[in-house]
């Protein structure tokens, strides 16, 4: 095995930000992999997810965290201690804004955020939405909330100035020893992924309140010579969501099930055979013990 070199890098980059400012999509498009779904509504993300990009130089540990929102149920609640625990051990933050989007952070929340004392790199992203003075006026009003960071205008969705960012991180991360495994991609189980995406299929085909009702369990993952075999079940909090997710004769379920099978034969390059279950366990998102089984 070759020595690390002396001056190797290594370090942790939180990005942070409201939902939908493109923080899954910019994890992605820096580690070159969808781990992170990406849906145009809120709250996709509940989990910390990371994403880590190897070189012989460095290693950079991004995790990419729910939007920073008021919680208002329980499972709100546990999402929000994702995004403590994420200010509390980076080494640098990536604030991500949609510069399309007026909503404003919470002055505590960026109080915080200057507090830790830790290199900040704002991201004004989505530009490919907006115009030069548009933007201008956006870096002007970032750069009096937030004096001595760094500013770049990024578009996540289109690979845009995304190099600059990644130089400039490379800058701040302090040199040390590599956290994860050099061949490492992330920190999630390949369960985890199985049930992200069928998280994202669900988020896409179904509308109201069926999406944040839901909770994915992998039962079991046989991975045998060519082919993956997933059985997972789809939890609800009442009857009357198990049939909407049924539809007529199945068929929604079985629409969606395909689609999920889909992406994750593309996500392990692999044959799948899947099976999805739907079980009601009443208001789990209020329930403690429920919530720990999933990990919140
Ligand atoms: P998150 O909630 O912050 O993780 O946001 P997502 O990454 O899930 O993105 C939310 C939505 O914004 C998705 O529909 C993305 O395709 C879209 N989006 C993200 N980045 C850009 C961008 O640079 N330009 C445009 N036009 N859309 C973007
Ligand atoms: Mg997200």
């Not at 370090?11 to 781990?35: D, H, Q, R, Y």
């Not at 955020?113 to 991201?123: D, M, N, T």
């Not at 069928?198 to 069926?210: A, N, S, V």
């Amino acid at each position: 095995m070759i020595n690390q070199k002396p001056t190797y890098k290594s370090g942790f980059v939180n990005i942070i930000g409201c939902p939908n400012v493109g923080k899954s999509t910019l994890m992605n498009a820096i580690i070159g992999e969808k781990l992170s779904i990406v849906t145009p509504k809120a709250q996709t993300t509940r989990h910390r997810v990371m994403g880590i990009l190897n070189t012989d130089d460095y290693q950079i540990v991004f995790s990419d965290t729910p939007g920073v929102i008021k919680p208002v149920y329980k499972l709100q609640e546990k999402m929000m201690q994702f995004v403590v625990n994420a200010i509390s051990d980076a080494d640098i933050f990536l604030l991500m804004i949609d510069v399309t989007s007026n909503i404003l952070l919470e002055e505590t929340f960026i109080s915080n955020l200057i507090k830790a004392q830790k290199p900040i790199i704002i991201l004004l992203n989505k530009i490919d939405l907006i115009t030069q003075e548009a933007l201008e006026i956006k870096a002007i009003e970032w750069n009096e909330k937030i004096p001595n960071s760094n500013i770049f205008p990024i578009s996540a969705l289109q690979n845009f100035n995304l190099n600059t960012v990644l130089n400039k991180i490379l800058e701040y991360l302090p040199i040390g020893e590599a956290f994860y495994e050099k061949d490492a991609l992330t920190d999630k189980s390949e369960r985890f992924f199985v049930s992200e995406i069928i998280r994202e299929k669900i988020l896409i085909q179904y509308k109201k309140e069926i999406p944040y009702s839901v909770e994915i369990k992998v039962i079991s993952f046989k991975n045998e010579a060519n082919i993956l075999k997933i059985q997972a079940e789809i939890l609800v909090e009442r009857e009357s969501q198990k049939a909407i997710l049924l539809g007529h004769q199945g068929q929604s379920l079985k629409r969606m099930a395909t689609r999920a099978r889909i992406d994750a034969e593309k996500f392990f390059d692999k044959k799948i055979f899947l099976e999805l279950y739907i079980k009601v366990v009443k208001d789990w998102r209020s329930n403690e013990n429920a919530l720990k089984e999933f990990g919140y």
